[in-house]
């Protein structure tokens, strides 16, 4: 250690120690931009950072010019996957939410509701979420009488009947008598809805039929993400899990991500966006991405999803 070496001889005086160091120093140095950066840590720390998190709505790139959007979801009516697309029916009293109960609006129909999640990738092991959207039953469309699943209109007075309505069927039953010419039986309900879903951009079905994403793409950078559905049953209180094609027979291992997804491309220009089928096996040669659906004139080609049967 160099240190400077002082004597001091005792001479009865007073001494005096001039010690060589500066004891002053220029505050005004630098001192501006240290609390500048004082400032930004603190309020970093303690505010989060100003993000553009403002979203513009997304609506479906169609061949209507109506713009229509349709979903079909599919309930298995077997307690073991047959791999047969006839044993799936859109039809809520499959899970244990009756027609009386769809017709008379009861809590266990209005509370059950169906969640799509949007995950970046679809690999279950790295993905992550980025929204979901919800989407209530009682906007389903309605079965037509003459229709393909008219016979789930109709009301039973039969105990052993899927269809077993006795209230309804009372109702119904009162209703023809007073009229000049009878009209049954058999008897219809006015409205039944199904699991089947039309949006449009006009009229009363316009909830899901846009998107809200980001308008700022700085943020999150990414226009292409993966659908995947559950169903939640306010009659059970359970979660089923659904999938995009039919449920081989006895088969309960699918293959991930072919069974599970849907694919969403957002276009950033024209604030459109098309759902895909995606199926890296079968659609190998094209990176999993196969032909877009929900866009038709009709149901079809519907965003379809059916119910996965649990071992």
Request: glycine letters at 4%; one cysteine or more.
């Given at each position: 250690?160099?240190?400077?070496?002082?004597?001091?001889k005792?001479?009865?005086?007073?001494?005096?120690?001039?010690?060589?160091?500066?004891t002053?120093?220029?505050?005004?140095?630098?001192?501006?931009?240290?609390?500048?950066?004082?400032?930004?840590?603190?309020?970093?720390?303690?505010?989060?950072?100003?993000?553009?998190?403002?979203?513009?709505?997304?609506?479906?790139?169609?061949?209507?010019?109506?713009?229509?959007?349709?979903?079909?979801?599919?309930f298995?009516?077997?307690?073991?996957?047959?791999?047969?697309?006839?044993?799936?029916?859109?039809?809520?009293?499959?899970v244990?939410?009756?027609?009386?109960?769809?017709?008379?609006?009861?809590?266990?129909?209005?509370?059950?509701?169906?969640?799509?999640?949007?995950?970046?990738?679809p690999?279950?092991?790295?993905?992550?979420?980025?929204?979901?959207?919800?989407s209530p039953?009682?906007?389903?469309?309605?079965?037509?009488k003459?229709?393909?699943?008219d016979?789930?209109?109709?009301?039973?007075?039969?105990p052993?009947s899927?269809?077993?309505?006795?209230?309804?069927y009372?109702k119904?039953?009162i209703?023809?008598?007073?009229?000049a010419?009878?009209l049954?039986?058999?008897?219809?309900?006015?409205?039944l809805?199904?699991?089947?879903?039309d949006f449009?951009?006009i009229?009363?079905?316009?909830?899901?039929?846009?998107?809200?994403?980001?308008?700022?793409?700085?943020?999150v950078?990414?226009?292409?993400?993966y659908?995947?559905?559950?169903?939640?049953?306010?009659?059970?209180?359970?979660?089923?899990?659904f999938?995009?094609?039919?449920?081989?027979?006895?088969t309960?291992?699918?293959?991930?991500?072919?069974?599970?997804?849907?694919?969403?491309?957002?276009?950033?220009?024209?604030?459109?966006?098309?759902?895909?089928?995606?199926?890296?096996?079968?659609f190998?040669?094209?990176?999993?991405?196969?032909?877009?659906?929900g866009?038709?004139?009709?149901?079809?080609?519907?965003?379809k999803?059916?119910?996965?049967?649990?071992?």
């Amino acid at each position: 250690m160099t240190v400077n070496n002082f004597k001091i001889k005792i001479d009865g005086k007073d001494k005096e120690v001039t010690v060589p160091f500066a004891t002053y120093f220029d505050e005004s140095l630098g001192r501006e931009q240290h609390i500048e950066l004082y400032e930004k840590a603190e309020m970093q720390d303690n505010v989060n950072i100003i993000q553009d998190f403002e979203t513009t709505r997304y609506s479906p790139e169609t061949l209507d010019s109506d713009k229509h959007i349709f979903y079909s979801m599919q309930f298995m009516t077997n307690s073991t996957p047959s791999g047969d697309p006839n044993d799936y029916l859109p039809d809520y009293s499959v899970v244990g939410i009756s027609h009386p109960d769809i017709v008379e609006r009861k809590s266990n129909f209005i509370k059950s509701f169906f969640k799509f999640d949007f995950y970046d990738n679809p690999n279950p092991q790295t993905q992550r979420l980025y929204f979901s959207i919800i989407s209530p039953i009682n906007n389903g469309k309605p079965f037509v009488k003459g229709g393909p699943y008219d016979y789930l209109l109709q009301i039973s007075n039969d105990p052993i009947s899927n269809n077993y309505d006795p209230i309804g069927y009372a109702k119904a039953l009162i209703k023809d008598e007073n009229l000049a010419v009878p009209l049954g039986p058999p008897y219809y309900y006015d409205k039944l809805e199904s699991s089947q879903f039309d949006f449009s951009s006009i009229g009363k079905n316009t909830e899901n039929y846009y998107i809200q994403w980001l308008k700022n793409r700085d943020l999150v950078p990414y226009n292409i993400f993966y659908m995947s559905c559950k169903f939640f049953n306010a009659e059970t209180g359970k979660t089923h899990k659904f999938i995009n094609k039919v449920q081989p027979a006895n088969t309960y291992t699918l293959s991930i991500p072919d069974y599970y997804y849907y694919q969403l491309i957002f276009d950033p220009i024209k604030y459109t966006y098309i759902v895909n089928q995606f199926d890296l096996t079968q659609f190998a040669a094209n990176d999993g991405v196969g032909s877009q659906v929900g866009h038709s004139l009709t149901f079809d080609n519907p965003i379809k999803f059916y119910e996965y049967i649990n071992p």
